[in-house]
């Protein structure tokens, strides 16, 4: 029969604190909540109600926002701003500031301490090319992905996806790269037409397909007017409107509700 012989006291106290280290384990790291629109969310200066209830699930918890409009001519950046003032304080957000306010100091510090990112639409090569310029492109990413609440709609929507390359807007400026935020593994196409124009639909669908055809180690998230898809707790998921997944040689409609899977396989994952 083996004889167990009593640790000494500090061996002991060592070997306690390093058991309670390992079962709690390491702490999980943060998961992504990104909020991706095909545009046309604003009825004026309020959200349109269809979308009131994932914008709140989204930015509710949020006590102060930082506003993206790099993609909004600077002659109306103050009235964006304002707009979305109104628009995100009906939802219970009481701080909305843009980082057009700032100087570039100020405008990095706003993105480090905002509980909340949201990027509005408009030209999203103007988009891209002023986050790459300014580095926040790296620092919007790094705090996405430290679990930040993060969203965007049409241009702000593309730049959350792995490359811009489904956008419909003009090239209105030259971009270092095409590469975005690579929060979505997927291009992102907003404002993607409903099947009831149907000219208009097959037109978008055909210069879909054909992307992908000369690009086929991508996928395209394509989005309506006024849909919104979600990420967070590790599952995508449509939440208002119409959305389609392109993927070489195959596509799929996609249910409000309907996970997808495909969407949280990791930043610039490729398409199986």
């Known amino acids: 029969?083996?004889?167990?012989?009593?640790?000494?006291?500090?061996?002991?106290?060592?070997?306690?604190?390093?058991?309670?280290?390992?079962?709690?384990?390491?702490?999980?790291?943060?998961?992504?909540?990104?909020?991706?629109?095909?545009?046309?969310?604003?009825?004026?200066?309020?959200?349109?109600?269809?979308?009131?209830?994932?914008?709140?699930?989204?930015?509710?918890?949020?006590?102060?926002?930082?506003?993206?409009?790099?993609?909004?001519?600077?002659?109306?950046?103050?009235?964006?701003?304002?707009?979305?003032?109104?628009?995100?304080?009906?939802?219970?957000?009481?701080?909305?500031?843009?980082?057009?306010?700032?100087?570039?100091?100020?405008?990095?510090a706003l993105l480090r301490e905002a509980d909340g990112i949201f990027l509005g639409g408009g030209e999203t090569f103007v988009l891209l090319a002023e986050l790459q310029r300014t580095g926040q492109l790296e620092l919007v990413r790094e705090r996405a992905l430290a679990g930040v609440p993060c969203g965007g709609s049409s241009a702000?929507?593309?730049?959350?996806?792995?490359?811009?390359?489904?956008?419909?807007?003009?090239?209105?400026?030259?971009?270092?790269?095409?590469?975005?935020?690579?929060?979505?593994?997927?291009?992102?196409?907003?404002?993607?037409?409903?099947?009831?124009?149907?000219?208009?639909?097959?037109?978008?669908?055909?210069k879909i397909r054909n992307y992908l055809r000369f690009n086929p180690g991508e996928r395209v998230l394509a989005l309506g007017d006024a849909a919104v898809l979600r990420v967070h707790d590790g599952t995508a998921r449509l939440a208002a409107g119409l959305g389609w997944l392109y993927e070489p040689g195959r596509e799929r409609a996609l249910g409000v509700g309907e996970p997808v899977p495909e969407l949280v396989a990791g930043p610039g994952a490729a398409p199986r």
Not at 80 to 94: C, D, H, K
Not at 162 to 188: H, K, Q
């Open 1 to 108: 029969m083996a004889t167990e012989f009593p640790l000494p006291r500090r061996a002991f106290l060592a070997a306690a604190a390093a058991a309670t280290v390992a079962a709690r384990g390491a702490a999980a790291p943060a998961r992504p909540s990104i909020l991706v629109s095909g545009g046309a969310m604003m009825r004026g200066n309020r959200f349109a109600e269809s979308v009131q209830a994932v914008l709140r699930a989204h930015f509710g918890a949020v006590r102060r926002l930082a506003v993206v409009l790099h993609a909004t001519h600077p002659s109306e950046q103050d009235v964006m701003e304002a707009r979305l003032q109104v628009a995100f304080g009906e939802l219970g957000l009481r701080t909305v500031q843009s980082l057009h306010r700032f100087d570039a100091a100020g405008a990095r």
């Open 156 to 206: 702000g929507a593309n730049v959350l996806g792995r490359r811009i390359g489904t956008t419909n807007d003009f090239p209105t400026t030259d971009v270092a790269s095409r590469d975005a935020l690579g929060l979505l593994p997927a291009a992102i196409n907003p404002h993607h037409p409903s099947p009831e124009k149907d000219a208009e639909f097959r037109v978008r669908a055909a």
